[in-house]
């Protein structure tokens, strides 16, 4: 079963504006780590937000916040003030205290235009 | 720093040959893992390791070997490549694996194609 569900393939947005990337999950551990990271087109992964599940408040990271709501099972990354070098591919990822693999989404691409 | 860095970035391999992928990190970290990622999909974890000298399957262990003689360098092996380990593969690293909060952090990736 798929532990993690990004079902946005792509997404626009303008400069300067937010746009919000959904990721839900699925899982019956109850301590687990919610990832975000972004793939360029250059190819690399590049970390930029985690969420504990215990943790009460939203992670932020400078623009990246991560709107974690727990018993809906989703982990939404929220990006501010977009930029076009925001645009890449952005994908969840989850792992469970009772592995240590992270379970990854299929990915959102996101194009930000001027 | 350096981070972590994999060699080679590309490769072109025939049926049936062998390679040995190179991942080194200098942050000191004890977990190390390698991943592959195919087209529209995310990442699976091939094997892992939680420190210098031990290794474990992940979710895609089969056609692969790996070695962590040294606790920065975590080595992935094809005895016999296939078209199906066409991929590209990517190798991480996290300070600890003991909390599921602990980051991975990725290398560049190594882009290989097999014949």
């Known amino acids: 079963a798929q532990k993690i569900t990004q079902t946005q393939p792509g997404m626009f947005v303008q400069e300067k504006e937010a746009v919000t990337l959904d990721c839900t999950y699925d899982?019956?551990?109850?301590?687990?780590?919610l990832f975000w990271y972004k793939q360029p087109s250059s190819g690399e992964m590049i970390f930029l937000i985690y969420q504990g599940s215990y943790d009460q408040q939203n992670a932020t990271e400078g623009r990246y916040s991560l709107n974690f709501q727990k018993a809906r099972k989703s982990a939404n990354l929220v990006i501010s003030a977009s930029q076009l070098g925001d645009s890449a591919m952005y994908f969840c990822a989850m792992r469970e205290n009772s592995g240590y693999a992270l379970n990854f989404g299929k990915g959102t691409s996101l194009l930000v235009t001027p | 720093n350096a981070g972590v860095t994999q060699t080679p970035k590309f490769r072109v391999l025939k049926t049936g040959q062998s390679m040995t992928l190179l991942c080194a990190q200098d942050?000191?970290?004890?977990?190390m893992y390698w991943y592959r990622q195919d087209p529209g999909m995310g990442l699976r974890l091939i094997h892992y390791?939680?420190?210098?000298?031990?290794?474990a399957k992940g979710e895609v262990p089969d056609g692969y070997n790996v070695s962590r003689l040294k606790k920065q360098n975590f080595l992935l092996g094809l005895e016999s490549a296939a078209p199906s380990q066409t991929s590209v593969y990517f190798c991480?690293?996290?300070?600890?694996?003991?909390?599921?909060?602990?980051?991975?952090?990725f290398g560049p990736g190594t882009r290989l194609t097999v014949l």
């Open positions: 899982t019956s551990d109850p301590s687990y780590g």
């Open positions: 390791s939680v420190g210098e000298g031990t290794t």
């Open positions: 991480a690293s996290g300070y600890s694996g003991t909390e599921p909060t602990d980051t991975q952090y």
């Open positions: 942050m000191n970290h004890e977990y």
